[in-house]
T-cell receptor, first 110, second 114 residues
Framework: GNSVTQMEGPVTLSEEAFLTINCTYT??????LFWYVQYPGEGLQLLLK?????DKGSNKGFEATYRKETTSFHLEKGSVQVSDSAVYFC?????????FGTGTRLQVFP | SQTIHQWPATLVQPVGSPLSLECTVE??????LYWYRQAAGRGLQLLFY??????ISSEVPQNLSASRPQDRQFILSSKKLLLSDSGFYLC?????????????FGPGTRLTVL
C-alpha cells in the first residue's frame, strides 16, 4: 500500500540554523510528492512539489528532491526564520487521493 | 482564480446534536472534493472524497456522512455528534486532469464537541 513516514517532532532550531525534515514513502507506481505547511490556526498550504524522479521542488527558500532510489523527499532550508514556525506535512499522490505523513512541528526561536 | 470557502470557521456543539459543515469552490468546474479531519496534535485523516455530483467515497467507518448536491458544493454531516468528533475539518479540491495536480485546502472549521 501507499504510506508516508515523517520524522517526529518537534524540531527546535535557532534562527538562521539549517533545517532538514526527513520524509520517506512507500508507493506503487510513480507518485507525485508534496510538502504542505500549516501555520497556527490555519488550513494547509502547498509549499512545494515534485512529480517525477530527480525533480527538485523549491519555494520560499525550502527545497526537496524526489529520490526514487531511496524513496525519500526530505525538506531542507539553509537558514530558517521565526516565521517558518509551523507544522510541515509530507504527502504523496498517485491516484485521486493524497496520503499524508503525520506532520512535523518546527519551532524556530530568535 | 480558484478559491475555496468553508463555514463556519468555528463551532461548539453538544454531544448528540446534528452537524452540517459546508465547503464551496469557485473558479473551477468538475473538481475532485475531499473532507479531512485533523485531531489535536495528529496528522490528517481522509474522511470522504468525491469525483462528481452524488458520488461519495468513504474512507473510514464513522457516524459522519458527506453529500455533494452541486458540482462545487461539498457538505459534511452528522445526525448525532460524539465527543471524538472534535477536531479541525479541512475541505480540499483538485482538478481531475492529472494525478499530479495539487490539492488546495480551505481555511478549515474547528469543531469542539462538549
Amino acid at each position: 500500500g501507499n504510506s508516508v513516514t515523517q520524522m517526529e517532532g518537534p524540531v527546535t532550531l535557532s534562527e538562521e540554523a539549517f533545517l532538514t525534515i526527513n520524509c520517506t514513502y512507500t508507493a506503487t507506481g510513480y507518485p507525485s510528492l508534496f510538502w504542505y505547511v500549516q501555520y497556527p490556526g490555519e488550513g494547509l498550504q502547498l509549499l512545494l512539489k515534485a512529480t517525477k524522479a530527480d525533480d527538485k521542488g523549491s519555494n520560499k527558500g525550502f527545497e526537496a528532491t524526489y529520490r526514487k532510489e531511496t524513496t525519500s523527499f526530505h525538506l531542507e532550508k539553509g537558514s530558517v526564520q521565526v516565521s517558518d514556525s509551523a507544522v510541515y506535512f509530507c504527502a504523496l499522490r498517485n491516484t485521486d487521493k493524497l496520503i499524508f505523513g503525520t506532520g512535523t512541528r518546527l519551532q524556530v526561536f530568535p | 482564480s480558484q478559491t475555496i470557502h468553508q463555514w463556519p470557521a468555528t463551532l461548539v456543539q453538544p454531544v448528540g446534536s446534528p452537524l452540517s459543515l459546508e465547503c464551496t469552490v469557485e473558479g473551477t468546474s468538475n473538481p475532485n472534493l475531499y473532507w479531512y479531519r485533523q485531531a489535536a496534535g495528529r496528522g490528517l485523516q481522509l474522511l470522504f472524497y468525491s469525483v462528481g455530483i452524488g458520488q461519495i467515497s468513504s474512507e473510514v467507518p464513522q457516524n459522519l456522512s458527506a453529500s455533494r448536491p452541486q458540482d462545487r458544493q461539498f457538505i459534511l454531516s452528522s445526525k448525532k455528534l460524539l465527543l471524538s468528533d472534535s477536531g479541525f475539518y479541512l475541505c480540499a479540491w483538485s482538478s481531475q486532469r492529472s494525478s499530479t495536480d495539487t490539492q488546495y485546502f480551505g481555511p478549515g472549521t474547528r469543531l469542539t464537541v462538549l
